[in-house]
Protein backbone atom coordinates (compact mmCIF):
# COMPACT_ATOMS: atom_id res chain seq x y z
CA UNK A 1 0.00 0.00 0.00
CA UNK A 2 1.37 3.46 -0.80
CA UNK A 3 2.35 5.91 2.05
CA UNK A 4 -0.22 8.40 0.58
CA UNK A 5 -2.95 5.97 0.77
CA UNK A 6 -2.05 4.77 4.38
CA UNK A 7 -1.96 8.81 5.36
CA UNK A 8 -5.68 9.14 4.04
CA UNK A 9 -6.73 5.92 5.94
CA UNK A 10 -5.45 7.40 8.97
CA UNK A 11 -7.21 10.63 8.33
CA UNK A 12 -10.03 9.32 7.85
CA UNK A 13 -10.37 6.75 11.20
CA UNK A 14 -9.16 10.08 13.38
CA UNK A 15 -12.23 12.33 11.32
CA UNK A 16 -14.83 9.50 13.26
CA UNK A 17 -12.96 9.43 16.56
CA UNK A 18 -14.75 12.57 17.88
CA UNK A 19 -13.80 14.97 19.96
CA UNK A 20 -11.26 13.39 21.66
CA UNK A 21 -9.18 12.39 18.69
CA UNK A 22 -9.02 15.64 17.61
CA UNK A 23 -7.63 16.71 21.34
CA UNK A 24 -4.84 14.08 20.78
CA UNK A 25 -1.49 13.99 20.07
CA UNK A 26 -1.47 13.25 15.79
CA UNK A 27 1.96 12.99 15.67
CA UNK A 28 4.72 10.76 14.55
CA UNK A 29 4.06 8.27 16.68
CA UNK A 30 0.32 8.26 16.62
CA UNK A 31 0.62 7.54 12.31
CA UNK A 32 3.26 5.02 13.06
CA UNK A 33 1.23 3.00 15.29
CA UNK A 34 -1.56 3.12 12.70
CA UNK A 35 0.36 2.11 10.07
CA UNK A 36 1.90 -0.99 11.39
CA UNK A 37 -1.77 -2.03 12.38
CA UNK A 38 -2.76 -1.85 8.71
CA UNK A 39 0.04 -3.44 7.73
CA UNK A 40 -0.63 -6.11 10.28
CA UNK A 41 -4.28 -6.76 8.29
CA UNK A 42 -2.43 -6.62 4.98
CA UNK A 43 -0.66 -9.95 6.07
CA UNK A 44 -3.52 -11.81 7.69
CA UNK A 45 -5.80 -10.59 4.52
CA UNK A 46 -6.76 -13.13 1.66
CA UNK A 47 -6.04 -11.00 -1.60
CA UNK A 48 -7.33 -11.11 -4.73
CA UNK A 49 -4.74 -11.67 -7.96
CA UNK A 50 -6.74 -8.28 -9.52
CA UNK A 51 -9.73 -5.68 -8.30
CA UNK A 52 -11.59 -7.03 -11.63
CA UNK A 53 -12.82 -10.49 -10.27
CA UNK A 54 -14.78 -11.00 -7.56
CA UNK A 55 -13.52 -14.22 -5.61
CA UNK A 56 -14.98 -15.84 -2.73
CA UNK A 57 -14.35 -18.79 -0.28
CA UNK A 58 -16.37 -21.17 1.01
CA UNK A 59 -17.10 -25.41 1.83
CA UNK A 60 -17.79 -27.29 4.81
CA UNK A 61 -15.77 -29.36 7.46
CA UNK A 62 -17.71 -32.59 8.82
CA UNK A 63 -16.85 -35.74 10.64
CA UNK A 64 -18.68 -38.92 11.88
CA UNK A 65 -19.10 -42.09 14.48
CA UNK A 66 -20.30 -44.70 12.65
CA UNK A 67 -21.28 -48.24 14.65
CA UNK A 68 -21.68 -50.88 12.03
CA UNK A 69 -22.42 -54.67 12.59
CA UNK A 70 -22.68 -57.39 9.77
CA UNK A 71 -23.72 -60.49 11.85
CA UNK A 72 -20.41 -62.08 12.59
CA UNK A 73 -18.52 -58.81 13.67
CA UNK A 74 -19.21 -55.53 14.67
CA UNK A 75 -16.94 -52.13 15.26
CA UNK A 76 -16.80 -48.32 15.84
CA UNK A 77 -15.30 -46.24 13.20
CA UNK A 78 -14.92 -42.40 13.15
CA UNK A 79 -14.07 -40.93 9.78
CA UNK A 80 -15.31 -38.22 7.17
CA UNK A 81 -17.06 -38.95 3.90
CA UNK A 82 -20.79 -40.12 3.79
CA UNK A 83 -22.66 -37.15 2.15
CA UNK A 84 -20.26 -34.50 4.39
CA UNK A 85 -17.71 -34.50 2.88
CA UNK A 86 -15.38 -31.80 3.49
CA UNK A 87 -14.34 -29.87 1.26
CA UNK A 88 -13.67 -26.08 0.34
CA UNK A 89 -13.75 -24.04 -3.04
CA UNK A 90 -13.06 -20.95 -4.65
CA UNK A 91 -15.61 -19.34 -6.92
CA UNK A 92 -14.76 -16.03 -8.90
CA UNK A 93 -16.93 -14.00 -11.29
CA UNK A 94 -16.38 -10.84 -13.07
CA UNK A 95 -18.85 -8.86 -15.37
CA UNK A 96 -18.03 -8.43 -18.93
CA UNK A 97 -20.79 -6.43 -19.55
CA UNK A 98 -24.58 -6.09 -18.13
CA UNK A 99 -25.65 -9.44 -19.94
CA UNK A 100 -22.18 -11.12 -20.05
CA UNK A 101 -20.28 -12.77 -17.18
CA UNK A 102 -17.31 -15.02 -17.27
CA UNK A 103 -15.45 -17.09 -14.10
CA UNK A 104 -14.61 -20.40 -12.52
CA UNK A 105 -15.27 -22.88 -9.97
CA UNK A 106 -12.06 -24.80 -8.10
CA UNK A 107 -12.70 -27.14 -5.59
CA UNK A 108 -11.36 -29.63 -3.35
CA UNK A 109 -12.32 -32.00 -1.20
CA UNK A 110 -10.79 -33.83 2.17
CA UNK A 111 -12.24 -37.53 2.26
CA UNK A 112 -9.15 -39.49 3.49
CA UNK A 113 -10.77 -41.46 6.38
CA UNK A 114 -14.22 -42.04 4.44
CA UNK A 115 -17.08 -44.28 5.73
CA UNK A 116 -18.07 -45.34 2.42
CA UNK A 117 -14.70 -46.83 1.73
CA UNK A 118 -14.26 -48.98 5.38
CA UNK A 119 -15.18 -52.19 6.06
CA UNK A 120 -14.40 -54.91 8.11
CA UNK A 121 -10.44 -55.31 7.49
CA UNK A 122 -10.03 -51.94 8.64
CA UNK A 123 -8.60 -51.86 11.91
CA UNK A 124 -8.35 -55.63 12.24
CA UNK A 125 -6.41 -56.69 9.66
CA UNK A 126 -6.12 -58.13 6.31
CA UNK A 127 -8.39 -60.39 5.52
CA UNK A 128 -9.26 -63.14 2.68
CA UNK A 129 -7.33 -61.23 -0.02
CA UNK A 130 -9.86 -62.82 -2.76
CA UNK A 131 -13.05 -61.81 -1.89
CA UNK A 132 -11.75 -58.44 0.68
CA UNK A 133 -11.50 -54.93 -1.07
CA UNK A 134 -9.40 -52.34 -0.02
CA UNK A 135 -7.73 -54.48 2.49
CA UNK A 136 -5.82 -52.18 5.28
CA UNK A 137 -5.96 -51.19 8.98
CA UNK A 138 -6.48 -48.14 11.41
CA UNK A 139 -9.72 -47.11 10.08
CA UNK A 140 -8.11 -45.99 6.99
CA UNK A 141 -10.83 -46.00 3.68
CA UNK A 142 -8.26 -43.31 2.02
CA UNK A 143 -9.26 -40.94 -0.72
CA UNK A 144 -8.81 -43.04 -4.08
CA UNK A 145 -8.00 -39.78 -6.41
CA UNK A 146 -6.20 -36.41 -5.80
CA UNK A 147 -9.46 -35.57 -4.41
CA UNK A 148 -10.07 -32.48 -6.77
CA UNK A 149 -13.78 -32.25 -7.33
CA UNK A 150 -14.02 -29.22 -9.73
CA UNK A 151 -11.44 -27.22 -11.98
CA UNK A 152 -14.11 -25.06 -14.42
CA UNK A 153 -14.15 -22.09 -16.19
CA UNK A 154 -17.35 -20.49 -18.00
CA UNK A 155 -19.21 -17.84 -19.80
CA UNK A 156 -22.51 -16.82 -18.66
CA UNK A 157 -25.06 -14.81 -20.64
CA UNK A 158 -28.18 -13.78 -19.76
CA UNK A 159 -30.16 -14.93 -22.49
CA UNK A 160 -28.19 -17.27 -24.26
CA UNK A 161 -26.84 -19.45 -21.25
CA UNK A 162 -24.16 -20.42 -19.93
CA UNK A 163 -20.97 -22.80 -21.36
CA UNK A 164 -18.13 -24.26 -19.00
CA UNK A 165 -15.19 -26.42 -19.41
CA UNK A 166 -13.08 -28.60 -16.88
CA UNK A 167 -13.06 -31.36 -14.37
CA UNK A 168 -16.24 -31.29 -12.83
CA UNK A 169 -19.87 -31.88 -12.68
CA UNK A 170 -21.42 -33.18 -16.13
CA UNK A 171 -25.46 -32.68 -16.56
CA UNK A 172 -26.81 -35.45 -14.75
CA UNK A 173 -24.36 -34.85 -11.40
CA UNK A 174 -26.44 -34.24 -8.45
CA UNK A 175 -29.91 -35.41 -10.85
CA UNK A 176 -30.87 -38.27 -8.15
CA UNK A 177 -30.29 -35.93 -4.97
CA UNK A 178 -33.12 -33.17 -5.50
CA UNK A 179 -34.71 -33.01 -1.48
CA UNK A 180 -36.44 -30.17 -0.69
CA UNK A 181 -36.53 -31.99 2.81
CA UNK A 182 -33.52 -31.24 3.09
CA UNK A 183 -32.03 -34.20 4.69
CA UNK A 184 -28.64 -33.02 4.45
CA UNK A 185 -25.68 -34.96 5.83
CA UNK A 186 -28.22 -37.22 7.12
CA UNK A 187 -29.35 -39.21 4.10
CA UNK A 188 -29.26 -39.64 0.30
CA UNK A 189 -30.43 -41.65 -2.52
CA UNK A 190 -26.72 -42.93 -2.99
CA UNK A 191 -26.96 -44.89 0.21
CA UNK A 192 -23.31 -46.42 -0.53
CA UNK A 193 -21.78 -43.18 0.30
CA UNK A 194 -22.17 -44.31 4.42
CA UNK A 195 -21.24 -48.31 3.71
CA UNK A 196 -20.54 -49.20 0.51
CA UNK A 197 -16.71 -50.17 0.98
CA UNK A 198 -18.03 -53.13 3.40
CA UNK A 199 -17.98 -56.85 2.29
CA UNK A 200 -20.38 -58.88 1.86
CA UNK A 201 -20.39 -61.76 4.27
CA UNK A 202 -23.08 -64.69 4.59
CA UNK A 203 -24.64 -65.67 8.05
CA UNK A 204 -22.25 -67.98 8.70
CA UNK A 205 -19.57 -65.39 8.73
CA UNK A 206 -18.12 -66.00 4.89
CA UNK A 207 -17.63 -63.44 2.98
CA UNK A 208 -18.61 -63.30 -0.64
CA UNK A 209 -17.56 -61.59 -3.45
CA UNK A 210 -18.40 -58.17 -4.07
CA UNK A 211 -19.06 -55.28 -1.85
CA UNK A 212 -22.15 -53.46 -0.88
CA UNK A 213 -21.39 -50.63 -3.24
CA UNK A 214 -21.46 -53.44 -6.39
CA UNK A 215 -24.83 -54.58 -4.93
CA UNK A 216 -26.62 -51.85 -5.01
CA UNK A 217 -24.97 -49.06 -7.70
CA UNK A 218 -23.04 -51.73 -10.24
CA UNK A 219 -19.87 -50.11 -11.22
CA UNK A 220 -20.32 -46.42 -10.86
CA UNK A 221 -22.89 -44.01 -8.13
CA UNK A 222 -26.52 -43.00 -9.48
CA UNK A 223 -24.75 -39.88 -8.65
CA UNK A 224 -22.87 -39.66 -12.08
CA UNK A 225 -18.87 -38.89 -11.39
CA UNK A 226 -17.01 -35.94 -12.02
CA UNK A 227 -15.27 -35.55 -15.48
CA UNK A 228 -12.98 -33.23 -18.06
CA UNK A 229 -16.20 -32.03 -19.88
CA UNK A 230 -17.58 -29.39 -22.12
CA UNK A 231 -21.18 -28.65 -20.85
CA UNK A 232 -23.87 -25.79 -22.06
CA UNK A 233 -27.25 -24.79 -19.63
CA UNK A 234 -30.29 -23.03 -20.66
CA UNK A 235 -31.35 -19.98 -18.86
CA UNK A 236 -34.07 -20.67 -16.51
CA UNK A 237 -37.53 -20.43 -18.49
CA UNK A 238 -40.90 -20.56 -16.16
CA UNK A 239 -39.02 -22.45 -13.52
CA UNK A 240 -36.91 -24.91 -15.95
CA UNK A 241 -33.86 -25.33 -17.14
CA UNK A 242 -31.84 -28.27 -19.77
CA UNK A 243 -27.96 -28.68 -19.42
CA UNK A 244 -25.99 -31.35 -21.74
CA UNK A 245 -22.51 -32.12 -21.62
CA UNK A 246 -19.96 -34.33 -23.45
CA UNK A 247 -16.46 -35.76 -21.93
CA UNK A 248 -13.39 -37.42 -22.51
CA UNK A 249 -14.06 -40.88 -23.72
CA UNK A 250 -16.95 -41.13 -25.80
CA UNK A 251 -19.34 -39.95 -22.16
CA UNK A 252 -22.44 -37.57 -22.65
CA UNK A 253 -25.28 -36.93 -21.08
CA UNK A 254 -28.56 -34.41 -20.95
CA UNK A 255 -30.84 -33.38 -18.27
CA UNK A 256 -34.06 -31.44 -17.61
CA UNK A 257 -34.44 -29.50 -13.88
CA UNK A 258 -37.22 -28.20 -12.90
CA UNK A 259 -38.12 -25.91 -9.65
CA UNK A 260 -41.14 -24.22 -8.69
CA UNK A 261 -44.26 -23.23 -5.75
CA UNK A 262 -47.77 -23.07 -5.94
CA UNK A 263 -49.73 -22.01 -3.55
CA UNK A 264 -47.39 -22.93 -0.26
CA UNK A 265 -46.29 -26.41 -2.02
CA UNK A 266 -42.87 -26.31 -3.41
CA UNK A 267 -41.95 -28.78 -6.45
CA UNK A 268 -38.64 -29.15 -7.93
CA UNK A 269 -37.69 -32.60 -10.23
CA UNK A 270 -34.95 -33.72 -12.56
CA UNK A 271 -34.85 -36.33 -15.36
CA UNK A 272 -31.97 -37.25 -17.47
CA UNK A 273 -30.04 -39.42 -19.80
CA UNK A 274 -26.52 -40.47 -19.98
CA UNK A 275 -24.06 -42.60 -21.96
CA UNK A 276 -20.71 -44.43 -21.12
CA UNK A 277 -18.15 -46.03 -23.34
CA UNK A 278 -15.27 -45.67 -21.69
CA UNK A 279 -14.81 -48.87 -20.33
CA UNK A 280 -12.85 -49.98 -23.75
CA UNK A 281 -8.82 -49.58 -22.38
CA UNK A 282 -5.82 -51.55 -23.47
CA UNK A 283 -4.30 -54.00 -20.79
CA UNK A 284 -0.68 -52.91 -19.98
CA UNK A 285 2.01 -53.09 -22.85
CA UNK A 286 1.15 -56.48 -24.50
CA UNK A 287 -2.11 -54.46 -25.50
CA UNK A 288 0.35 -52.88 -28.33
CA UNK A 289 3.44 -53.79 -30.82
CA UNK A 290 5.80 -52.91 -33.42
CA UNK A 291 3.77 -52.40 -36.61
CA UNK A 292 0.34 -51.90 -34.65
CA UNK A 293 -1.81 -49.07 -36.41
CA UNK A 294 -3.80 -48.59 -33.43
CA UNK A 295 -4.20 -49.53 -29.98
CA UNK A 296 -6.07 -52.76 -28.96
CA UNK A 297 -8.92 -53.67 -26.60
CA UNK A 298 -8.87 -56.74 -24.89
CA UNK A 299 -10.81 -56.67 -21.82
CA UNK A 300 -14.79 -55.08 -21.87
CA UNK A 301 -14.38 -54.03 -25.54
CA UNK A 302 -17.65 -52.15 -27.33
CA UNK A 303 -19.45 -51.95 -23.84
CA UNK A 304 -21.80 -49.22 -22.97
CA UNK A 305 -23.75 -48.29 -20.25
CA UNK A 306 -26.63 -46.43 -20.73
CA UNK A 307 -28.41 -44.68 -17.55
CA UNK A 308 -31.70 -43.73 -17.13
CA UNK A 309 -32.05 -41.17 -13.67
CA UNK A 310 -33.99 -38.71 -12.20
CA UNK A 311 -35.64 -37.62 -8.50
CA UNK A 312 -38.37 -35.23 -7.60
CA UNK A 313 -39.33 -33.71 -3.98
CA UNK A 314 -42.32 -32.34 -3.13
CA UNK A 315 -42.67 -29.71 0.37
CA UNK A 316 -45.78 -28.46 2.10
CA UNK A 317 -43.99 -24.99 3.27
CA UNK A 318 -46.81 -24.69 5.57
CA UNK A 319 -46.73 -27.96 7.63
CA UNK A 320 -43.18 -29.09 6.93
CA UNK A 321 -44.58 -32.28 5.71
CA UNK A 322 -42.20 -33.64 2.16
CA UNK A 323 -41.96 -36.60 0.40
CA UNK A 324 -38.54 -36.96 -2.29
CA UNK A 325 -38.20 -40.22 -4.17
CA UNK A 326 -35.26 -41.07 -6.82
CA UNK A 327 -35.19 -43.53 -9.60
CA UNK A 328 -32.62 -45.16 -11.79
CA UNK A 329 -32.15 -47.96 -14.71
CA UNK A 330 -28.92 -48.73 -16.42
CA UNK A 331 -28.13 -51.40 -19.62
CA UNK A 332 -25.01 -52.89 -20.49
CA UNK A 333 -24.24 -54.07 -24.11
CA UNK A 334 -20.96 -55.49 -24.84
CA UNK A 335 -18.24 -57.98 -24.79
CA UNK A 336 -16.24 -59.08 -21.79
CA UNK A 337 -13.50 -60.29 -24.23
CA UNK A 338 -12.88 -59.22 -27.31
CA UNK A 339 -14.14 -60.62 -30.29
CA UNK A 340 -15.82 -63.26 -28.14
CA UNK A 341 -19.46 -63.10 -28.57
CA UNK A 342 -19.96 -65.55 -26.42
CA UNK A 343 -18.75 -63.25 -23.75
CA UNK A 344 -21.70 -60.32 -24.57
CA UNK A 345 -23.01 -59.49 -21.60
CA UNK A 346 -26.50 -61.45 -20.84
CA UNK A 347 -27.22 -60.35 -17.55
CA UNK A 348 -30.49 -58.07 -16.19
CA UNK A 349 -30.79 -54.13 -16.12
CA UNK A 350 -29.66 -52.56 -13.18
CA UNK A 351 -32.79 -50.61 -11.75
CA UNK A 352 -33.26 -48.40 -8.38
CA UNK A 353 -35.45 -46.64 -6.56
CA UNK A 354 -35.90 -44.73 -3.46
CA UNK A 355 -38.35 -42.74 -1.03
CA UNK A 356 -38.11 -41.18 2.11
CA UNK A 357 -40.79 -39.08 4.03
CA UNK A 358 -40.40 -36.88 6.67
CA UNK A 359 -41.16 -33.33 8.44
CA UNK A 360 -39.13 -30.52 8.23
CA UNK A 361 -39.89 -27.99 11.26
CA UNK A 362 -38.68 -25.23 13.57
CA UNK A 363 -39.37 -26.66 16.54
CA UNK A 364 -37.06 -24.72 19.20
CA UNK A 365 -35.91 -21.35 17.37
CA UNK A 366 -32.61 -22.01 16.77
CA UNK A 367 -32.99 -24.22 13.22
CA UNK A 368 -35.17 -26.76 11.15
CA UNK A 369 -35.46 -30.18 12.80
CA UNK A 370 -35.44 -32.39 10.05
CA UNK A 371 -37.24 -36.13 11.02
CA UNK A 372 -37.77 -38.67 8.18
CA UNK A 373 -37.65 -42.77 6.65
CA UNK A 374 -36.02 -43.85 3.99
CA UNK A 375 -36.67 -46.87 2.24
CA UNK A 376 -34.54 -47.97 -1.28
CA UNK A 377 -34.69 -51.09 -3.54
CA UNK A 378 -31.98 -52.48 -6.18
CA UNK A 379 -31.78 -55.56 -8.19
CA UNK A 380 -28.91 -56.45 -11.22
CA UNK A 381 -25.99 -54.86 -9.55
CA UNK A 382 -23.34 -57.52 -8.89
CA UNK A 383 -24.18 -58.96 -12.30
CA UNK A 384 -23.17 -55.56 -14.12
CA UNK A 385 -20.05 -54.52 -11.73
CA UNK A 386 -18.82 -58.09 -12.91
CA UNK A 387 -18.75 -57.71 -16.11
CA UNK A 388 -17.39 -54.23 -16.25
CA UNK A 389 -14.48 -55.43 -14.46
CA UNK A 390 -13.77 -57.96 -17.03
CA UNK A 391 -15.09 -60.95 -14.33
CA UNK A 392 -16.56 -63.83 -16.04
CA UNK A 393 -20.30 -64.25 -14.71
CA UNK A 394 -20.88 -65.34 -10.98
CA UNK A 395 -23.88 -63.85 -9.79
CA UNK A 396 -27.75 -64.20 -10.81
CA UNK A 397 -30.92 -62.91 -9.27
CA UNK A 398 -29.13 -60.09 -6.69
CA UNK A 399 -31.27 -57.45 -5.05
CA UNK A 400 -30.35 -55.04 -2.04
CA UNK A 401 -33.35 -53.57 0.28
CA UNK A 402 -32.63 -50.50 3.12
CA UNK A 403 -34.88 -48.94 5.24
CA UNK A 404 -34.05 -46.27 7.95
CA UNK A 405 -34.69 -43.89 10.43
CA UNK A 406 -33.08 -40.46 11.15
CA UNK A 407 -33.03 -36.99 12.74
CA UNK A 408 -30.92 -33.93 11.04
CA UNK A 409 -31.00 -30.57 13.66
CA UNK A 410 -29.68 -27.16 11.83
CA UNK A 411 -28.13 -24.64 14.07
CA UNK A 412 -28.31 -21.51 12.30
CA UNK A 413 -26.40 -19.50 14.41
CA UNK A 414 -23.52 -21.64 13.46
CA UNK A 415 -24.55 -22.77 10.37
CA UNK A 416 -24.07 -26.09 11.97
CA UNK A 417 -25.73 -29.84 10.92
CA UNK A 418 -25.99 -32.73 14.01
CA UNK A 419 -27.58 -36.16 12.90
CA UNK A 420 -28.07 -39.51 13.96
CA UNK A 421 -29.37 -42.21 11.91
CA UNK A 422 -30.03 -46.22 12.00
CA UNK A 423 -29.75 -47.41 8.54
CA UNK A 424 -30.29 -51.62 7.39
CA UNK A 425 -29.11 -53.47 5.09
CA UNK A 426 -30.11 -56.94 3.12
CA UNK A 427 -29.11 -58.70 0.28
CA UNK A 428 -29.99 -61.50 -1.90
CA UNK A 429 -28.58 -63.68 -4.71
CA UNK A 430 -27.14 -67.07 -5.97
CA UNK A 431 -23.59 -67.32 -6.30
CA UNK A 432 -22.66 -71.07 -8.11
CA UNK A 433 -26.29 -72.14 -7.71
CA UNK A 434 -26.11 -71.56 -4.06
CA UNK A 435 -28.34 -68.81 -2.36
CA UNK A 436 -26.70 -66.78 -0.33
CA UNK A 437 -27.66 -63.77 1.94
CA UNK A 438 -26.13 -60.62 4.03
CA UNK A 439 -27.15 -58.46 6.59
CA UNK A 440 -25.63 -54.62 7.65
CA UNK A 441 -26.91 -52.41 10.02
CA UNK A 442 -25.17 -49.07 11.34
CA UNK A 443 -25.71 -46.50 13.50
CA UNK A 444 -24.08 -42.89 12.52
CA UNK A 445 -23.73 -39.45 14.17
CA UNK A 446 -21.94 -36.85 12.75
CA UNK A 447 -21.94 -33.30 12.63
CA UNK A 448 -20.89 -30.29 9.70
CA UNK A 449 -20.07 -26.84 9.54
CA UNK A 450 -20.27 -24.49 6.90
CA UNK A 451 -18.55 -21.33 6.26
Request: net charge negative.
Amino acid sequence: MKTSTKFAIAAAVTALMGSTAYAADLGGSCCADLEERIAELEATTVRKGNRKVSVQISGFVGHQVMWWDDGSQTDTYIGDGGNIYSRWRLRGSAKINPDLEAGFLYEFGVNNNAIGNMNQTNGNGAGPTGNITNPGGDDLGECADSCLRDSTVYLKHKRLGMVKIGHGSTATDNLVLIDLGNKGIAATPDTPLYMGGFNLRNGAGVFLPGSWASAIRGNESWDTSRRNHVLYETPSLHGFTVQAAVAEDNYWDVALRYAGEFNGVRVAFGIGYQENTEFNRPMGASSVAVGDTSVFCDTVCDAKASDFKGSASILHVPTGLFVTGAWGSREVDGERIAGVPATSYGGPDLTSWYISGGLNKNFFGFGNTVLFAEYSESEGGLEQADFLAGTAPRWTDTETTHWGLGINQYIDASATQIFLTYKKFEFDGNIAGTSQSSDLSTVIAGMRVDF
